[in-house]
């Protein structure tokens, strides 16, 4: 196992098959198995395998105790999560991967690049047929809805946003903060397409009690307990009538990877991913702020002041991160690289804001001294993540270090050091990548 500052990095299936095969198949399919191990497609697992590797398996039975599908045999580094190209694995139970920056280069995330964060376990059917969506709690009329009615009774739209996790960046916080390690890649953009959140939540007649959403979703606990709720967040009223909210049933014009929410899903842009419920069932709209699993105590909270790197913090001075802060990566070239000195190097990479827009992008060869402004595009529309270039000459050969900064339309700009906290959200320091210049 990779570890970072002593916390697990990466975990994949060939090193969990092959310490304990029994053991993996419990944590990885939630099925305890007898001498005769035989769990690993057997009930609920079998469902979330055939999901994973995209067909039903009609032999599942016969397949010998232990053995790793082919498809997921790929890379000598881990197993391969089909339909997705080059992620790296951070957790199998529940599963999260993130995407390598330099895999993260086209203006619109590609689905088989576009990271997985999983809270629970994926549910046992994605079929979109017969599928429904309940709106209920502070409305004048309960509504349910197939997928085929939102597309007959509601404007269907296509939006690129960009979706990152809260905890994006929480493998740099020092000390370490508890939580899946991530580095760059818990971020993407995508072209979404489905319909507005605001239209439907309107069409059920918001009541003037209406505080907060609460999200809820076909995904199942990791005990597998079915009374019990992975996860269920929500957002203020306000940000849920945002009309660029969108509730998807297509990701860049078909329909969305199972790991991504299929058959249904909410985008909730500019705010933390978790906001953005997957496999999305019922929404029910609340008279308080939504009080369920990972909404309350600290989950996806940050202290209401700035705190010293370990400090301990109070419960009641933590507060729900609402809009994300602002960010970019550098999406080429791919840190590490050599580079001859006397060819000029094209940066690009991309930027974001939350609820807000980047207004201007630098970098810098020289550690900080100097900036070079890059060239920054218009989002393609709001909650779009912007791309950025810039073309370098560097004045000798030795190693150098690019660094990436942007700034908001309020000023707010990238920091070069990380605002600790407890949990390890919210990191929005400067991205920098190592170039060796050569002779």
């Not at 105790?65 to 790929?74: E, H, K, Q, R, V």
């Not at 000459?393 to 050091?417: C, L, V």
């Amino acid at each position: 196992m990779v570890r970072r500052r002593g916390l697990p990095l990466e975990r994949g299936l060939f090193e969990l098959y092959g310490d304990d095969p029994e053991r993996a198949d419990a944590l990885i399919f939630g099925r305890r198995t007898g001498a005769s191990r035989r769990g690993f497609l057997r009930g609920t697992g079998l469902a979330t395998m055939s999901a994973l590797v995209g067909a039903s398996i009609p032999f599942a039975d016969q397949m010998p105790a232990g053995l790793i599908p082919a498809a997921f045999a790929g890379s000598d580094e881990g197993f391969v999560i089909p339909g997705k190209e080059g992620l790296r694995v951070l957790n199998d139970r529940p599963l999260n991967a993130e995407t390598p920056p330099h895999l993260l280069d086209d203006p619109i995330t590609p689905a088989k690049r576009h990271f997985i964060r999983n809270n629970g376990l994926p549910p046992e059917s994605f079929d979109p047929e017969g599928w429904t969506l309940t709106i209920h709690g502070e409305v004048e009329r309960e509504l349910k809805f197939t997928i085929d009615d939102l597309k007959k009774n509601f404007e269907v739209v296509t939006y690129a946003l960009q979706l990152e996790c809260g905890g994006n960046g929480r493998a740099f916080f020092d000390p370490p903060a508890k939580g899946n390690q991530w580095t760059y890649g818990a971020v993407g953009c995508a072209r979404w397409t489905g319909v507005r959140l605001k239209d439907v939540l309107e069409a059920a007649g918001l009541k003037p009690t209406a505080v907060y959403t609460g999200h809820y979703g076909a995904d199942r606990h990791l005990s597998g307990d079915p009374n019990k709720i992975p996860i269920s967040r929500g957002v203020p009223i306000e940000k849920a009538l945002n009309p660029y909210n969108l509730i998807a049933f297509e990701m860049n014009g078909e329909p969305i990877h199972p790991m991504n929410g299929a058959p249904l899903r909410l985008v909730i842009p500019g705010w933390p991913g978790s906001c953005s419920h997957k496999w999305l069932n019922r929404i029910w709209v609340r008279d308080r702020v939504h009080d369920g699993p990972k909404m309350t105590g600290t989950s996806y909270r940050v202290p209401r002041y700035p705190v010293a790197p370990g400090e301990k913090v109070p419960k009641e001075d933590f507060v729900i991160i609402h809009s994300m802060p602002v960010k970019s990566i550098i999406t080429s070239p791919k840190t590490g690289i050599e580079h001859p000195l006397n060819k000029p190097l094209e940066v690009r990479g991309h930027a974001w804001a939350g609820d807000n827009f980047v207004t201007r992008m630098d970098i810098s060869i020289d550690f900080g001294r100097t900036w070079i402004q890059a060239e920054l595009d218009p989002p393609e529309n709001p909650y779009a993540w912007q791309h950025w270039r810039a073309t370098i000459r560097f004045p000798i050969h030795g190693y150098y270090e690019i660094w990436a900064r942007a700034t908001d339309d309020e000023g707010r700009m990238q920091p070069f050091a990380i605002a600790w906290n407890p949990k390890g959200y919210l990191n929005n320091s400067m991205h920098r990548i190592a170039v060796r210049v050569v002779a």
